[in-house]
């Protein structure tokens, strides 16, 4: 199993934002989405229209951990959203197939590595990498990682650490400024 990577420079974010714009609304809702609420793909695939629509808050269960979670929606994502879901039905999926199927993390995945491949970022990245990228400048932000970690539902703030890539940012900072 490789382990995919946060998207550290927040101007190749900005990049992946730019040119999923241009491709489409839904795949660069996908993405924003990810890095602004730090949830799992499976979660973002599994949103309603109702679910989001006007809301402040989004509340879900969490498919992987079964634990509910509820948290503020950013002006960014609101905008976004009040956008994308003009004209839809509540019970719809927020993010449909071009078949008008719920979209799945496998193609989401395609895209968010296609995506991060045409703008030129050369880090391990899968949809994953969305979450962590939310983390890791969630931390760079606040350098709080007691919030993060119950973000995350954590178990440690090491391991926490360890999952955005701090830890790996440490050993290279020390590595690389370390002279005898």
Partial sequence: MTTVEPIRNKKDVEK???YLEKQSKRDHLIFVF???SGLRISDIVALNVGDVRGKNYVQIVEKKTGKPKRFPLNEKL???IADF???RRDREPLFKSHWGRRYNRITAYYMIRKACEDVGIEAK???HSMRK???YHHYQQFKDVAILQKIFNHSS???TLRYIGIEQDQIDYSY???VL
């Fill in 78 to 80: 609101k905008r976004l």
């Fill in 157 to 159: 703030q090491q391991i």
């Fill in 16 to 18: 992946v934002e730019r």
């Fill in 176 to 178: 690389s400024n370390f």
């Fill in 125 to 127: 990245i899968g949809t």
């Fill in 133 to 135: 990228t939310f983390g």
């Fill in 85 to 87: 879901v003009k004209n």
């Fill in 34 to 36: 990810g890095t602004n």
